[in-house]
């Protein structure tokens, strides 16, 4: 009988044991589907930090190297300028690389070091509690604003991706989600560009990927997309931000 559907060889045989409804799954296996198509997966190095998104050491089937709070792309860095030949990234969340990890985020899109990030913005600093994190949209109640975010305070979120794609050394910066399956379709698409350019060796390259927290939202996995659709998709521009003059040929 052909098979027609199945895990990708990108990820490893280990079933993911993420809150039910948590898109992280989802993105892993784009990942996962895209390292595979592109033949790449023995030539990559990942790298994570603390959170969620550590867990991921345990879900792909490349080599992955833990990093400390913020710090995934400075490791990365390291990684790559050593190894030039090798396909390195970094898996981060919104409370990491939009935060403690902020000044790592800006200098390696200017200097245009040649990795791939993957932002997962789900809004809230994910395991540490669901505390306020510099994504979290005015007024989102959290465990550090139970009044809701007060602009006033706390300032707006930060659209990351948008500041990433003002930088000379960004030559593809990407905003998805994966609310849907048409969205899931072009999440890929970007995450696949994003290997792509640095195949090419063309400068840094930036995915950006809407992502749910039921858990520490309080809601249930539909509503937590719903939520998701209505107040995040008007909020965050999405589409390709930037896409470099090269990397159109891509």
Request: overall charge neutral; aromatic content about 8%.
């Amino acid at each position: 009988m052909q098979k027609v559907f199945g895990r990708p060889q990108g990820l490893t045989d280990l079933p993911f044991h993420y809150c039910p409804g948590c898109t992280h799954g989802i993105i892993h296996r784009l990942i996962g589907e895209v390292l595979e198509e592109l033949d790449i997966i023995g030539d990559t190095i990942g790298v994570a930090p603390v959170g969620c998104a550590g867990f991921s050491l345990d879900f792909f089937a490349c080599d992955f190297v833990g990093a400390a709070h913020g710090r995934a792309q400075a490791v990365a860095t390291g990684i790559k300028r050593a190894l030039p030949d090798k396909i390195v990234f970094t898996y981060q969340g919104d409370g990491d690389i939009a935060a403690i990890g902020t000044s790592h985020a800006i200098h390696v899109a200017a200097r245009g070091e040649k990795i791939t990030s993957i932002m997962v913005n789900n809004a809230v600093f994910g395991m540490t509690g669901g505390q306020m994190a510099p994504t979290t949209l005015t007024g989102q109640v959290t465990t550090t604003s139970p009044y809701g975010r007060d602009k006033n305070i706390f300032g707006a979120p930060i659209d990351l991706p948008q500041i990433i794609a003002t930088m000379d050394g960004a030559a593809y910066v990407a905003a998805v989600s994966v609310d849907s399956p048409k969205n899931i379709q072009l999440a890929k698409q970007a995450l696949k560009k994003a290997f792509k350019v640095q195949q090419a060796g063309l400068g840094f390259a930036f995915v950006s990927i809407l992502s749910t927290c039921p858990t520490n939202w309080g809601m249930s996995p539909v509503d937590s997309l719903k939520w998701l659709q209505e107040n995040m998709l008007p909020l965050y521009r999405m589409g390709e931000l930037k896409v470099a003059e090269e990397v159109k040929a891509l």
